[in-house]
Every structure is written in structure tokens, then in C-alpha cells.
T-cell receptor, first 116, second 113 residues
Framework: GENVEQHPSTLSVQEGDSAVIKCTYS??????FPWYKQELGKRPQLIID?????GEKKDQRIAVTLNKTAKHFSLHITETQPEDSAVYFC???????????????FGTGTRLTIIP | NAGVTQTPKFRVLKTGQSMTLLCAQD?????MYWYRQDPGMGLRLIHY???????AKGEVPDGYNVSRLKKQNFLLGLESAAPSQTSVYFC????????????FGQGTRLTVV
């Protein structure tokens, strides 16, 4: 099955600096890679996603890059702000033996702290 | 439009007791998932379903059972609770297809003593 590894587990950056979180996946058939943000005590919510036919996607201060050959993808947050402090999860939609590509496997999360 | 709703939000169980967690979604999604979240472990998939009447095992299925008798509901059962099942449980649902957003419920904090 799919295995998603995420690094680092914790990250502290000065307000205004950039933050980068990296993930690797194992199943070459995976073709959808979302990123979720979870604020303290809240549910995870989608912030950006990328499909395998695209190398990079941007949405204001956040961007995701994908390298299918190396099987890794990264989240980039520029001009960080205090409200960016949260836990971030990467995920990969991979093939299940039973049904196909409906399985959604998450990384272990990165706790991002923005230092004012 | 409530999205994904989990019941209950909190529960304390004694070892050996049983309980059922209910997940309900009103978005007509085909796919539903149960995850557990533990510190440093991320979101680990317990069981999932791709449609009414279907279920499949995830990464950590032992000690849990599920049922999807109705498309909008996905039930997670613990037959004999153990302290190792103390966790926060999240349900999620997605529309059909490989590249669709997963929507999460608000979570259930379960403590087994």
C-alpha cells in the first residue's frame, strides 16, 4: 500500500520568512496530492492540492511542487503570518487492492510555528 | 448543509465496553473514511468505504468494525475497547473520483480507561 513520509515534524520560522514542508510517497500510481491545515482543536481543511499532470501550483502565498520521478512533493508558504501557525498534513491518493484509487493516505504532520 | 457530522464529540469508556461512532454526511459523497489521530502519528486510516454496502480495511483496522448501510452514514464500532484505542477519531467524505477534496467531521475524542 501507499506510504507517505513527511518532514520536518516541527518547524519554527520568523514572521515574514518562508516555510517549506516536504513529503515523499511510495506508490508510483498515486496521482493526487492534497495538503491540509489543522488549527488547534479543529478539523483538517484543504488548503491546496496538485494533480500528477502538473508540476507546480500557486494560490497567493502558498504553493505546491511535485516531482513524480523522485516521488516527492513540497508545500511552500511565503511571507508567513501568525495565522499560518498550525499542523500541516500532506496526503496522497493511492491505489487500494480492493477498489482502485480511492484510498487517501496522510503523512505524519508538521507543526509549524510562526515567531512574531 | 451541515457537511460531515460526527456523534458523539466526547466519550469516556471503560476497558472492555463497546460503542459506536456515527458519521453522517449530507453532500451525497460516495467515499467515506475513518481515521484516528494520535500525537506524532498523523492521521491513520482505520477503514473506508467507496459506496453503500462496501467497506475496506485501512492501515490500522484491528479492534474496529464498520458498516455503511446507508450512503450518508458510516459507523465505526469498537466491540471491546482497549486503552490503546484512546485517540481522536475523524470521519471524512469525498465525492467520487481520484482527485476530489476530503471534508472532515469535527472529530470525536475517545478516552478508554
Amino acid at each position: 500500500g501507499e506510504n507517505v513520509e513527511q518532514h520536518p515534524s516541527t518547524l519554527s520560522v520568523q514572521e515574514g520568512d518562508s516555510a517549506v514542508i516536504k513529503c515523499t510517497y511510495s506508490d508510483s500510481a498515486s496521482n493526487y496530492f492534497p495538503w491540509y491545515k489543522q488549527e488547534l482543536g479543529k478539523r483538517p481543511q484543504l488548503i491546496i492540492d496538485i494533480r500528477s499532470n502538473v508540476g507546480e501550483k500557486k494560490d497567493q502565498r502558498i504553493a505546491v511542487t511535485l516531482n513524480k520521478t523522485a516521488k516527492h512533493f513540497s508545500l511552500h508558504i511565503t511571507e508567513t503570518q501568525p495565522e499560518d501557525s498550525a499542523v500541516y498534513f500532506c496526503a496522497a491518493s493511492g491505489r487500494s487492492q480492493a477498489f482502485g484509487n480511492e484510498k487517501l493516505t496522510f503523512g505524519t504532520g508538521t507543526r509549524l510555528t510562526i515567531i512574531p | 448543509n451541515a457537511g460531515v457530522t460526527q456523534t458523539p464529540k466526547f466519550r469516556v469508556l471503560k476497558t472492555g465496553q463497546s460503542m459506536t461512532l456515527l458519521c453522517a454526511q449530507d453532500m451525497n459523497h460516495e467515499y467515506m473514511y475513518w481515521y484516528r489521530q494520535d500525537p506524532g502519528m498523523g492521521l491513520r486510516l482505520i477503514h473506508y468505504s467507496v459506496g453503500e454496502g462496501t467497506t475496506a480495511k485501512g492501515e490500522v483496522p484491528d479492534g474496529y468494525n464498520v458498516s455503511r448501510l446507508k450512503k450518508q452514514n458510516f459507523l465505526l464500532g469498537l466491540e471491546s475497547a482497549a486503552p490503546s484505542q484512546t485517540s481522536v477519531y475523524f470521519c471524512a467524505s469525498r465525492d467520487r473520483g481520484m482527485n476530489t477534496e476530503a471534508f472532515f467531521g469535527q472529530g470525536t475524542r475517545l478516552t478508554v480507561v
